[in-house]
Every structure is written in structure tokens, then in C-alpha cells.
T-cell receptor, first 113, second 114 residues
């Protein structure tokens, strides 16, 4: 099955710094998504990407769908304490009835005030 | 109002017991899911139902049995609980069709098997 390699596994940064994380796959995906999980909660969708090369922003977050369709990047600018959490990438291959998302293993982000 | 709600939030039980986790969504979605998150935070799909019909059934022990009485509910029953079943279980829902990948998750049920 498809596997997603997400890096880094964890990050410790100071408030105000910019953050980058990425996800690579051995397979081509038609859709890339980024979710954030706060402690004790379920993941929440941040950004969805549907086209190779697409660059999409959501406030201080920017994500890109890689040209090869095998990778995606998420950047967070000017981090704040509430950015703390686990960020997951997820990929989906469209088509077929056996639809499912494949999730990366997550990047744990800690922001020091 | 909570969009996807699951109960209980915490479940502590002995090995060998049978337990159920309930999930309800008020988003009008057609598709519902159960995901398992292990101690390393890895999220793995277990089951998916579309309009009460099972469409995804990953390699999950048959001690786990999902039940969907209607499209707004997807419950998970687990028989003969084992230590390795300890994890956080998430229910999720999504629309049918082009935006199925946009999952809405519940807040999780932390299952501890002693």
C-alpha cells in the first residue's frame, strides 16, 4: 500500500519563527491534505490541495502540492503558541470505490513563548 | 452543536470484556469512518460506511464489528478486548463525491485495556 514519509518528526521553535514540514510518497497522489490535531482532540482539516503545483494559503499557513505529485509542503509563518499540536499530511488517490486517505506519521510542533 | 460526537471520551476496561463506542454526526454526511490512533500517533483507517453500507474494511480482527443503524450513526463494538486494543479511536464523517477527503473527526475515545 501507499506510504507517506513525513518530516521532521518533531520541532521545537520559538514564538515568531517560521516553520516548514514536508511529506513524500512512493506513489502519486491526486489530492494532498494537511490536518492539525490539538491535544485531546481529533484532527481538523487545514488545507486541501487538488492540483500539481498548487499553492494554497489559510491565514499564516501555506501548503503546496508538489509538481511530481509525490510530495507536499506546509509552511507556518510567524508561529504563535496556539500553533502547538501534531500536523498530519494525508494523500488520496482518486477513483475507485475503495476510497481512503493515507496519513503521514505526523510532525509534533512545540512553540516556546 | 458538536458536528461529530462520540461517546464515551474515556473507556477503561479489563481484558476479555466487550465494549461499544458510539458515534453520531449532524452534518448530513453520507460517509462515516472509524480510525485507530496508536501510541505513536499513527492514524489508520479501520472501516468506512456509505449510507449504511460497508465500503472499506481494512485488515482488522473480526472482534471489531461496526454497525450503522442509519447514515448519521456508526457504532463500533469490540469483543474480547486485548491489551493491544488500547488506543484512541476516532469517528469521522465526510460528504459523498468530490470532497470525500475532507474528513470531520470526533474528539476521540481513549480506550485503555488493563
Amino acid at each position: 500500500g501507499q506510504q507517506l514519509n513525513q518530516s521532521p518528526q518533531s520541532m521545537f521553535i520559538q514564538e515568531g519563527e517560521d516553520v516548514s514540514m514536508n511529506c513524500t510518497s512512493s506513489s502519486i497522489f491526486n489530492t494532498w491534505l494537511w490536518y492539525k490535531q490539538d491535544p485531546g482532540e481529533g484532527p481538523v482539516l487545514l488545507i486541501a490541495l487538488y492540483k500539481a503545483g498548487e499553492l494554497t494559503s489559510n491565514g499564516r499557513l501555506t501548503a503546496q502540492f508538489g509538481i511530481t505529485r509525490k510530495d507536499s509542503f506546509l509552511n507556518i509563518s510567524a508561529s504563535i503558541p496556539s500553533d502547538v499540536g501534531i500536523y498530519f499530511c494525508a494523500g488520496q488517490i482518486s477513483g475507485g470505490s475503495n476510497y481512503k486517505l493515507t496519513f503521514g506519521k505526523g510532525t509534533l510542533l512545540t512553540v516556546n513563548p | 452543536d458538536t458536528a461529530v460526537s462520540q461517546t464515551p471520551k474515556y473507556l477503561v476496561t479489563q481484558m476479555g470484556n466487550d465494549k461499544s463506542i458510539k458515534c453520531e454526526q449532524n452534518l448530513g454526511h453520507d460517509t462515516m469512518y472509524w480510525y485507530k490512533q496508536d501510541s505513536k500517533k499513527f492514524l489508520k483507517i479501520m472501516f468506512s460506511y456509505n449510507n449504511k453500507e460497508l465500503i472499506i474494511n481494512e485488515t482488522v480482527p473480526n472482534r471489531f464489528s461496526p454497525k450503522s443503524p442509519d447514515k448519521a450513526h456508526l457504532n463500533l463494538h469490540i469483543n474480547s478486548l486485548e491489551l493491544g486494543d488500547s488506543a484512541v479511536y476516532f469517528c469521522a464523517s465526510s460528504e459523498q463525491g468530490a470532497r470525500r477527503e475532507k474528513l470531520f473527526f470526533g474528539s476521540g475515545t481513549q480506550l485503555s485495556v488493563l
